[in-house]
């Protein structure tokens, strides 16, 4: 029989233990070197984390394989993603661990960042290279702010942790369409223009293949090169950053939404939405609201 992963707040701490706090920071060291530097195989439901490896390396384990990790690399995990570390001795670097919730408006805003966070990332931070300077900063100031005592340091951990995703997510994108061939990278451009135009009448891949003259093949490798998504789940987050932000933004009822993004059945766009925001629509609302409410109050 399968063993299930378990599911932490921290690696060994358990759901359910106490400990309530929206983000968390510390040195990979003071938890990896008690497990040996490895750590099994496991799952945060409600936490997402970024590791920022300084020195050394090591692998990260998922269910599909390892992939190496070398200094200087940021690791990014969504929530629920199952992953494992196996460390070299001299690692070094930063865990910051942060609720879900907060990535929420974050992919709202922009495709890209709901493209970069919807799954776990490996990002090579080169010194020199200004969106890797960029992340690496906002990383390390975060790491400082939370354990520092200056004035007014809560007001700047939301904007770090801002600046820290968007930097990774360039760094990211940098990294994968240097693999692109200037012919790949007009065509993904082309790409973008056209689902922005067609998202909302759903139009199947074979006619994002047919408007740039490849098959459904080459354009299906060319968006998992350049964004690790296939092309209908590049055009999902096209539906579901519309849909965020016309929950968060406007009045319109979840029906009247459903219809405007081509849905003709509303309970099947709640499914949808639910299988890639991790609630339901009317929930995403309720708790976007809240939380503007709140940083405003």
């Not at 290279?129 to 390390?140: G, P, Q, R, S």
């Not at 360039?170 to 998202?199: C, N, V």
Request: some cysteine.
């Amino acid at each position: 029989m399968t063993r299930p992963v378990p599911t932490y707040r921290l690696y060994r701490e358990k759901s359910g233990e106490s400990g309530d706090f929206w983000i968390h920071s510390e040195t990979i060291p003071v938890r990896t070197h008690l497990h040996n530097w490895h750590i099994a195989q496991h799952r945060h439901d409600a936490f997402f984390q970024i590791f920022y490896l300084t020195v050394g390396s090591g692998e990260i384990v998922e269910p599909h394989g390892a992939t190496i990790m070398q200094a200087p690399c940021a690791v990014f995990i969504p929530p629920g993603a199952v992953h494992g570390f196996s460390y070299q001795l001299d690692v070094d670097g930063l865990v910051i661990t942060a609720l879900g919730d907060r990535l929420r408006s974050l992919a709202a805003a922009d495709r890209h960042i709901a493209s970069f966070t919807a799954q776990t990332r490996v990002v090579a931070l080169p010194e020199g290279d200004d969106d890797a300077d960029y992340a690496a900063e906002c990383i390390a100031r975060l790491h400082n702010e939370l354990h520092s005592r200056t004035s007014s340091r809560l007001l700047l951990l939301e904007p770090l942790m801002t600046g820290a995703i968007v930097g990774l997510a360039r760094a990211g994108k940098t990294g994968a369409e240097s693999h692109l061939s200037e012919p790949e990278r007009h065509r993904l451009d082309q790409l973008t223009t056209l689902i922005s135009a067609h998202f909302r009448t759903h139009k199947p891949a074979e006619f994002y293949a047919a408007a740039l003259g490849v098959s459904t093949t080459h354009l299906n490798r060319l968006t998992r090169t350049a964004t690790g998504l296939s092309l209908l789940g590049l055009i999902a987050t096209h539906i579901v950053e519309a849909a965020r932000r016309d929950l968060v933004f406007t009045p319109t009822p979840v029906q009247g939404i459903a219809y405007s993004l081509g849905f003709s059945d509303p309970a099947y766009f709640s499914r949808f939405f639910r299988k890639h925001a991790g609630m339901s629509p009317a929930a995403f609302r309720d708790d976007e609201r809240r939380r503007l409410a709140l940083s405003s109050s």
